[in-house]
């Protein structure tokens, strides 16, 4: 069964950055794509950066020149480095793994950003 489980979350001031994890339970090579998607309090969940095998990436537009997607195959994790963190980045950040037509969540990790 696959597992994903995010660390990395907390509380920070606006303009700060915060670095979140996620750990997959086996080889990281069996997703097709990942990425890590948020939603705040009377939200929808929204895409928030992808990386495909290819290790292409993509950003959602309020993210893109703060955020970085990453992953390390060899420690079979899959990071996102948020920097000049907004107010309007606080929700939880959920991790994303698609398997073929399958789709794999972590548990969220809340993040919340002071003015």
């Known amino acids: 069964q696959v597992q994903l489980v995010e660390s990395g979350g907390g509380l920070v001031q606006a303009g700060g950055s915060l670095r979140l994890s996620c750990a997959t339970s086996g080889s990281i090579f069996v997703f097709n794509a990942m990425g890590w998607y948020r939603q705040a309090p009377g939200k929808q969940r929204e895409l928030v950066a992808g990386?495909?095998?290819?290790?292409?990436?993509n950003y959602a537009n309020s993210v893109k020149g703060r955020f970085t997607i990453s992953r390390d195959n060899a420690k079979n994790t899959m990071f996102l480095q948020m920097n000049s963190l907004k107010p309007e980045d606080t929700a939880v950040y959920y991790c994303?793994?698609?398997?073929?037509?399958?789709?794999?969540w972590g548990q969220g990790t809340q993040v919340t950003v002071s003015s």
């Open positions: 990386i495909a095998s290819g290790d292409s990436t």
């Open positions: 994303n793994a698609k398997m073929w037509l399958t789709d794999y």
